[in-house]
């Protein structure tokens, strides 16, 4: 063995033992820390920290925030914020009706990245060959302007032309 690799094996083994000092002998000699808002509470056996934190979030003033959020989330929503388009996915709806084809389907996205084509039908995003939620129909072509589905025999197609809004 070289001087230098003698030099790195002393300090590697230096660095063990300091860390099995650290871990296994020094943890026994300190005392142990309180943490917290409140250190009395470790040492009178009564539990103030939730005082302390419900104190600190009066004065702060969002726990009324929360608490509006809270109560928000739970209700009932009459609109979904999260909608993009002007057609649902819900067959019940006016919208669902004006904006939907003869057919159920809605052509209303086209991506074209270099030999992969995406068209989105119905709010969701197909390649050629995918079959659609509306189970036993499948996507045989795709163009900017119209997209060709066929029932799963393959007998009949349907032309859905691209909804310009």
């Known amino acids: 063995m ?6 790195v094996v002393f300090v590697m083994a230096l660095a063990i033992i300091y860390g099995v000092y650290e871990f296994f002998i020094a943890p026994s000699f300190r005392k142990p820390q309180t943490t917290g808002v409140n250190k009395e509470a470790a040492t009178d056996g009564t539990n103030k920290l939730t005082e302390d934190i419900a104190r600190a979030l009066k004065e702060d ?3 009324g925030l929360d608490a509006y959020i809270a109560a928000r989330a739970e209700e009932e929503w009459t609109a979904d914020p999260f909608r993009t388009g002007n057609y649902s996915l819900e067959e019940g709806t006016k919208a669902s009706f004006e904006s939907r084809g003869k057919n159920g389907f809605v052509y209303s996205g086209y991506l074209d990245i270099g030999k992969r084509r995406v068209a989105i039908i119905n709010g969701t995003d197909y390649r050629i ?12 072509s795709i163009t900017p302007s119209r997209v060709i589905i066929v029932d799963q025999k393959g007998s009949r197609g349907i032309a859905v032309p691209f909804l310009e809004e």
Not at 2 to 7: D, N, S, V, Y
Not at 129 to 140: A, H, N, S, T, V
């Open 129 to 140: 060959g995918d079959e659609l939620e509306m189970r036993g129909y499948r996507i045989k």
């Open 61 to 63: 003033g969002s726990a």
């Open 2 to 7: 070289t001087k230098r690799e003698k030099a």
